[in-house]
């Protein structure tokens, strides 16, 4: 028996005798390492920043109880709430009643468009003494209390503003008043420092006391707009809470803290995992190879060794321990390089606009990690090229003694025989054909019901394995063609087949690393065109009902104070070409002989609102001539109506998951449309007014889909004197605070202009102006930087993945070199057998290259597909689109690198005299 010792002084001296190989496999593992730390730096630098914005903006904050009847709740209301929730059996909540709303703060008093300002702040006004026992981590921070006319500001918000503590900080009342306040203090975001609504979407957060709030909100004075609730046991669920009777008569409940937990762990964090573990594979795939031919290249040596005495066991250890010292060592020189350079690409992929400028339409994404997660991470991968170094080991002192001394072990040993042979030879191509299959019919003809987490499961692990499987026939394909044509080719390239075809799980291995570095490439290339196009700017809708721009009043006094300004700003009489008042009414509807009810906004036509431009039909009545026409009649004949897209009638209309009307249309058909003025009823309840319309067309959308959301969804167009009617029925939403909306025309795709009427608007007095254009293409900027990151890590790792290969290539070559020199020896000349080699390796990543673009092609289109499974009406489904000239480019790249791997090492291996390496006992 070996102590064990002396088997790591002899794999140690093994390692510093044969320096060549032990650099080649060092640089090899440490590629792979390398691989592996910036694919975790990467997720944990995404994945930690979308915990630490969770953090931040909603800390202990679990959800948050609203007013069941749309009004504040009462004091009373308030405590009993307080008492339910601590009494509640089981379990305990905190809770902490605030007087809440949306203010703008300005650094100055000064009403011009220099002064700094910042819309959507969140206005929060609390009891210092609640507050100290809900958040217990800024306890500190209550202990002096919040007198009026003091204001406490996250470190952001300050920092907008330029404001520090001691500064003066002007917030905006629901009348457009500025009333001045002392910064008390400047502090972090954590919780409820940082809360900023439900979906963190606020531009900032401003704390003041009750009174204070009450006043600037325009709620009454000891009313509370909602209360936050979080759970007093940190390992509780945050999926649901418990009620009682009480709570469910005065309340509605917000998930906020599920939600946010769902938006910094969604679609794109997953994506970035994808990626990150395809990287993780590659370089598991090239350690894992490199450890085998290691073990195939002492084949004899152990052969020797049993053949004196020593048992497999022994064998297995003895290499085991040179292997891991040799997977320590790559292994820590891949973690330090790939630190370093997972930090650099975090910075210069997220680094700019997406990582900082406008941190409320994302989550913010920096390059720290906590020294405990890197230790952590470390120490993770350390243990992964371990255990793949192993069970790489196992494969040393395979096979018999003297089948290792004649090196049959090191080619492959003898096959299998009788139905064990016959079963390996139909059970992989029957895999492959299955998966092949199963991935066609998802990306072509699969239609499920809705793209849920189980069917997305189902379709990556079909499309995975159908990527392997496409390399295996491709490999199929390239062995049988040169087994076909063998008495017609060259010698140098039978030899290259020859070759390819002596180790077939190594030439598998070669392929499947070019393959999985194409299609990743390819794959995250094509969904980008998901994730981009429905955010397009020059694509998608960016007006408000055909207007540029907007500004939502909540009072008469702020409509008049715009008017106002509209008149008397030069600028703004300069850029601004029209503009026009609407009040929309929100009612539910419910259809003749249907139970449910459908909220939409209605809408007058009127000549003024026609000006503006955009208003057009995606169909119309036969009875009309233009769309002129038809809206015409609308405005002059109370019986006509333009419905939105959802009413509809299209060819193959199916079931749809997102809330609708009960019934669809075409223009021309007559529809009855019923009202309520309770908005809660039962069914017994008859409706307080039924119209009976008739269609003459389906209004085109003019409106931005998240301004279509909050002010006026499903858009419905009819006569003044019909809205009239209706605003007794009008139900606004809970977010619908605003009293009507103030569109302005203008040259919307001028972003400076952009900038500049919105700034001369907040600072003359309107709480908020809105352009579509202008915030959306800001965050089309910050995605498409992210979407540009994925594919910069994509290509990055393939860069990388290759180098790794070219050490194996290197190394594959190398250990041919007796049999080289014996083809030498018999005369074949070096040429020939240099154009093999490089024959081999163009052709092995060529067919790995193309099977990967297929995969990856087929792959995206299958996601795409089955993500738009279900569209809104009106929808328009995305296709996949692929730059296929960058492809193009980087398949060319990639297989001018497959050239390249081989010139080196076959120069290396024919530079030497052929009888030096059959002289050699150990290569």
Same mark, same amino acid.
């Given at each position: 028996?070996?102590?064990?010792?002396?088997?790591?002084?002899?794999?140690?001296?093994?390692?510093?005798?044969?320096?060549?190989?032990?650099?080649?496999?060092?640089?090899?593992?440490? #590629?792979?390492?390398?691989? #592996?730390?910036?694919?975790?730096?990467?997720?944990?630098?995404?994945?930690?920043?979308? $915990?630490?914005?969770?953090?931040?903006?909603?800390?202990?904050?679990?959800w948050v109880l609203m007013p069941r009847q749309g009004k504040p709740f009462s004091g009373e209301q308030a405590v009993t709430l307080r008492s339910e929730l601590e009494s509640m059996p089981g379990v305990r909540y905190r809770s902490l009643p605030v007087v809440a709303g949306a203010t703008t703060l300005f650094a100055s008093d000064r009403q011009d468009a220099d002064a700094k300002s910042l819309q959507q702040v969140q206005l929060l006004g609390l009891d210092p003494r609640q507050a100290k026992l809900f958040d217990e981590g800024q306890a500190e921070l209550w202990r002096t209390g919040l007198p009026s006319g003091q204001a406490i500001?996250?470190?952001?918000?300050?920092?907008?503003?330029?404001?520090?503590?001691?500064?003066?900080?002007?917030?905006?009342?629901?009348?457009?008043?500025?009333?001045?306040? #002392?910064?008390?203090d400047v502090v972090e975001a954590t919780g409820v420092t940082g809360y900023r609504g439900d979906r963190g979407s606020r531009n900032g957060t401003i704390l003041v006391n009750e009174r204070d709030a009450a006043a600037l909100a325009g709620s009454p004075?000891?009313?509370?707009?909602?209360?936050?609730?979080? !759970?007093? $046991?940190?390992?509780?669920?945050?999926?649901?809470?418990?009620?009682?009777?009480?709570?469910?008569?005065?309340? %509605?409940?917000?998930f906020v803290k599920r939600e946010a937990l769902s938006r910094a762990g969604g679609n794109m964090v997953m994506v970035i995992l994808a990626i990150s573990m395809t990287a993780i594979f590659s370089s598991a795939f090239l350690l894992r190879q490199i450890v085998h031919m290691m073990a195939e290249s002492r084949s004899e040596l152990y052969g020797v060794l049993r053949a004196i005495g020593m048992n497999r066991r022994q064998a297995r250890g003895l290499f085991a321990a040179e292997a891991l010292l040799l997977g320590l060592l790559s292994g820590l020189i891949g973690l330090l390089s790939g630190a370093g350079a997972g930090w650099a690409m975090v910075k210069l992929l997220y680094g700019g606009g997406y990582g900082h400028a406008v941190s409320s339409a994302g989550i913010p994404i920096t390059a720290r990690i906590s020294p405990a997660l890197a230790a952590v991470a470390a120490a993770a991968v350390l243990l992964y090229q371990s255990l793949?170094?192993?069970?790489?080991?196992?494969?040393?002192?395979?096979?018999? #003694?003297?089948?290792?001394?004649?090196?049959?072990?090191?080619? @492959?040993?003898?096959?299998?025989?009788?139905w064990k042979r016959q079963a390996g030879a139909w059970t992989l191509p029957i895999l492959a054909a299955a998966f092949l299959g199963a991935h066609l019919y998802q990306a072509f003809r699969w239609e499920p019901a809705a793209p849920s987490g189980g069917t997305m499961l189902a379709l990556l692990l079909t499309w995975l394995g159908a990527s392997a499987a496409a390399v295996y026939a491709v490999f199929g394909l390239l062995l049988s063609a040169g087994r076909r044509l063998a008495g017609r080719l060259s010698l140098s390239s039978l030899l290259a087949v020859r070759y390819a075809g002596q180790r077939p799980g190594r030439t598998f291995t070669?392929?499947?690393?070019?393959?999985?570095?194409?299609?990743?490439?390819?794959?995250?290339?094509?969904?980008?065109?998901?994730?981009?196009?429905?955010? $397009?700017?020059?694509?998608?809708? =960016?007006?408000?009902? @055909?207007?540029?721009?907007?500004?939502?009043? =909540?009072?008469?006094?702020?409509?008049?104070?715009?008017?106002?300004?509209?008149?008397?700003?030069?600028?703004?009489?300069?850029?601004?070409?029209?503009?026009?008042?609407? %009040?929309?009414?929100?009612?539910?509807?419910?259809?003749?002989?249907? @139970?449910?009810?459908?909220? =939409?906004?209605?809408?007058?036509?009127?000549?003024?609102?026609?000006?503006?431009?955009?208003?057009?039909?995606?169909? !119309?009545?036969?009875?009309?001539?233009?769309?002129?026409?038809?809206?015409?009649?609308?405005?002059?004949?109370?019986?006509?109506?333009?419905?939105p897209l959802q009413y509809r009638k299209t060819a193959g209309d199916k079931p749809s998951i997102f809330h609708g009307p009960e019934a669809t249309y075409t223009a021309g058909d007559h529809i009855r449309m019923s009202f309520y003025k309770n908005n809660l009823v039962g069914p017994s309840d008859k409706p307080d007014l039924t119209v009976e319309l008739k269609i003459a067309g389906f209004a085109a959308d003019n409106t931005e889909s998240t301004? !279509?959301?909050?002010?006026?969804?499903?858009?419905?167009?009819?006569?003044?004197?019909?809205?009239?009617?209706?605003?007794?029925?009008?139900?606004?939403?809970?977010?619908?605070?605003?009293?009507?909306?103030?569109?302005l025309q203008f040259h919307y795709r001028d972003l400076q202009l952009d900038r500049e009427i919105s700034s001369r608007l907040v600072s003359g007095g309107a709480l908020s102006v809105g352009i579509p254009y202008l915030s959306n293409s800001e965050k089309y900027a910050e995605n498409k930087q992210l979407v540009n990151g994925f594919i910069g890590f994509t290509v990055l790792s393939a860069v990388i993945g290759l180098l790794g290969l070219a050490v194996l290539q290197k190394r594959s070559i190398g250990e041919r070199s007796r049999e080289i020199a014996m083809l030498r020896c018999a005369g074949i000349p070096s040429r020939k057998l240099f154009r093999s080699f490089l024959l081999e390796g163009t052709l092995l990543g060529g067919c790995g290259l193309l099977a990967g673009t297929?995969? @990856?092609?087929?792959?995206?289109?299958?996601?795409?597909?089955?993500?738009?499974?279900?569209? !809104?009406?009106?929808?328009?489904?995305?296709?996949?689109?692929?730059?296929?000239?960058?492809?193009?480019g980087v398949l060319g790249l990639l297989l001018a690198a497959a050239f390249l791997f081989n010139i080196g090492p076959a120069r290396g291996a024919l530079i030497s005299s052929p009888t030096e390496p059959l002289r050699s006992a150990d290569v």
């Open positions: 028996m070996l102590a064990k010792g002396l088997s790591w002084r002899i794999g140690l001296l093994y390692l510093k005798r044969q320096k060549r190989q032990t650099l080649l496999s060092l640089l090899a593992g440490a #590629i792979g390492a390398m691989l #592996i730390s910036m694919s975790c730096f990467h997720y944990i630098a995404v994945k930690g920043s979308g $915990d630490a914005w969770v953090r931040a903006h909603f800390g202990p904050i679990d500001l996250d470190r952001e918000t300050a920092g907008r503003l330029g404001l520090e503590a001691g500064d003066a900080v002007w917030a905006a009342d629901a009348a457009g008043m500025r009333k001045p306040l #002392i910064v008390r004075e000891g009313s509370y707009s909602f209360v936050l609730v979080g !759970r007093t $046991d940190p390992a509780g669920s945050v999926i649901g809470m418990n009620y009682s009777n009480k709570m469910n008569e005065l309340t %509605e409940t917000r793949l170094v192993l069970l790489a080991s196992r494969k040393a002192g395979a096979g018999t #003694i003297v089948s290792a001394l004649r090196g049959e072990a090191a080619s @492959g040993g003898k096959q299998g025989r009788g070669v392929m499947l690393l070019f393959g999985i570095a194409m299609m990743t490439v390819t794959f995250t290339s094509g969904l980008s065109s998901l994730i981009l196009k429905n955010m $397009d700017t020059e694509r998608t809708v =960016q007006t408000m009902l @055909g207007y540029g721009g907007y500004v939502p009043y =909540q009072s008469a006094e702020e409509k008049e104070r715009v008017l106002e300004l509209l008149r008397t700003d030069a600028e703004l009489r300069r850029t601004v070409s029209h503009h026009a008042v609407v %009040e929309p009414v929100m009612g539910g509807v419910q259809l003749e002989g249907k @139970g449910s009810r459908f909220s =939409q906004a209605f809408v007058p036509v009127s000549q003024e609102l026609l000006a503006g431009g955009g208003w057009t039909l995606a169909e !119309r009545s036969p009875e009309f001539g233009s769309d002129e026409e038809a809206w015409n009649k609308v405005e002059s004949d109370d019986g006509y109506v333009v419905l301004a !279509r959301t909050e002010y006026v969804y499903a858009t419905t167009y009819v006569n003044p004197e019909l809205l009239a009617k209706l605003k007794p029925y009008h139900h606004p939403w809970d977010n619908q605070v605003h009293q009507g909306l103030l569109l297929a995969a @990856g092609a087929t792959g995206a289109h299958a996601f795409i597909r089955i993500l738009q499974t279900d569209l !809104r009406p009106g929808e328009a489904p995305v296709e996949a689109e692929f730059p296929w000239l960058l492809l193009s």
